[in-house]
């Protein structure tokens, strides 16, 4: 299993970026993909989730500006992050799990300064 992020990058407040997982060696269609972030220094967070039936659930830091979807096709799942602050200065993971194994991409970093 392979989980390959990408989409970060260097931005100013008030900016957005858009940060994309490519899945392979799973039945794409059939698992929860997940977004984490962990800042330097802080316990990794969990961003935001969607389901195979995509159902979305979010951070309550990140309501309202992320948006997590899903390509099945191309089997990837996207974060849209706009109004982006300081804070959410982090490196971001994608993650699955499957029959109890957990699944987790090298991670990207997003660096949100002026």
């Known amino acids: 299993v392979q989980l390959q992020a990408s989409g970060g990058g260097l931005v100013q407040p008030g900016g957005s970026l858009r940060l994309s997982c490519k899945a392979s060696?799973?039945?794409?269609?059939?698992?929860?993909m997940r977004w984490y972030r962990q800042a330097p220094g802080k316990q990794r967070e969990l961003v935001a989730v969607?389901?195979?039936?995509?159902?979305?659930n979010y951070a309550d830091s990140v309501k309202g500006r992320f948006t997590i979807s899903r390509d099945n096709i191309r089997r990837t799942v996207f974060l849209q992050m706009n109004s982006l602050q300081p804070e959410d200065t982090a490196v971001y993971h994608c993650?699955?799990?499957?029959?109890?194994?957990?699944?987790w991409g090298r991670g990207t970093l997003v660096t949100v300064s002026s």
């Open positions: 993650h699955t799990d499957r029959q109890g194994i957990d699944y």
């Open positions: 060696g799973i039945v794409f269609t059939i698992n929860t």
């Open positions: 969607i389901t195979s039936g995509e159902t979305t």
